[in-house]
């Protein structure tokens, strides 16, 4: 019989880093709050090749005993980031392959998928969010990206979640209610009527797209709000530059979520400006949600 391609709760690429230490804590919290197992992924990338097969087999052992080393601190991290009693079911993985493509297929098969900003190469040098950018263009399902000073937040402080009407958007709504439900916090919802920098303009009326914007935020929240009564949301009505706005706002939060592109995105786009700007300078963990 073939083989069944297993399938993961909330699943965390790991590989020693601060910031994957980070996204350890973040996850493991999560899934107590999901009721969702854990899968600790190590990928151990092909080993260059070198003149002699000596020297090539000393390197493949190193990054093997690496890769062990980078597992059980992994384990120890989820295990002591939530108290025995809630502790969820943690497994491990560890992989030969290219490390974005590994990730990027098993996320077909998870919840959510998390990983710090950045993290280290097998010979220890920083990976400046190689594997973050290529799971937030390309993974299967919501990526939460993890700085090193991010893991642990504010318990009381709101989710945050940006709406411009698109369908990335009302996935990232959905999302972001059942977060504020489970942490038992107040939602903002923020949408910007307009997508650029606006100058005043002498005897021009805002007021018609304060009122569509109000509209539209109304809109999308109005069934929402019937499937999650326990939370209470915070409308934000700002008149351009969402990014700035959500990076303004999110230093007050303890989650961001938005969808991976916006109203300006088109059809080949797979990574907006707004999502992509967060996931450089969001003061907050963010949670980046595709269409579908």
């Excluded at 590994?102 to 400046?128: D, E, H, K, T, Y």
């Excluded at 504020?180 to 005897?203: E, K, M, N, T, Y």
């Excluded at 303890?254 to 907006?272: E, H, N």
Aim: charged content about 20%.
């Amino acid at each position: 019989m073939p083989e069944i391609a297993k399938k993961y709760g909330i699943l965390v690429g790991v590989d020693g880093s601060a910031e994957s230490d980070a996204a350890i804590r973040w996850a493991a919290r999560d899934a107590v709050m999901r009721d969702a197992p854990i899968t600790l992924m190590h990928v151990i990338e092909p080993v260059p090749d070198w003149p002699t097969p000596d020297r090539q087999a000393e390197i493949a052992e190193a990054w093997e005993q690496n890769a062990r080393d980078v597992i059980e601190h992994a384990r120890k991290t989820a295990q002591a980031a939530v108290s025995p009693s809630d502790c969820p079911q943690v497994d491990t993985e560890v992989v030969h392959s290219p490390v974005v493509p590994m990730l990027i297929g098993a996320s077909r098969r998870a919840q959510m998928i998390v990983v710090g900003s950045r993290g280290m190469g097998a010979l220890g040098r920083f990976l400046l969010g190689s594997v973050s950018t290529g799971l937030l263009h390309h993974a299967h399902c919501p990526v939460a990206i993890i700085h090193a000073d991010e893991g642990l937040s504010d318990d009381n402080a709101p989710v945050l979640v940006g709406i411009d009407g698109s369908p990335a958007s009302e996935g990232a709504i959905g999302l972001a209610f059942d977060e504020a439900s489970r942490r038992r916090v107040h939602l903002v919802a923020l949408h910007a009527w307009s997508d650029v920098g606006v100058f005043p303009i002498l005897g021009m009326d805002w007021r018609g797209y304060e009122t569509q914007g109000a509209e539209v935020l109304a809109e999308r929240l109005a069934g929402w709000q019937e499937q999650y009564p326990d939370v209470r949301v915070e409308r934000r009505l700002v008149c351009d530059k969402p990014a700035h706005w959500l990076i303004e706002e999110s230093a007050h939060a303890q989650l961001v979520v938005v969808g991976s592109r916006g109203r300006g995105g088109f059809p080949g786009m797979l990574l907006g400006s707004v999502s992509s700007a967060l996931a450089q300078s969001a003061q907050a963990p963010l949670i980046v949600v595709r269409p579908g």
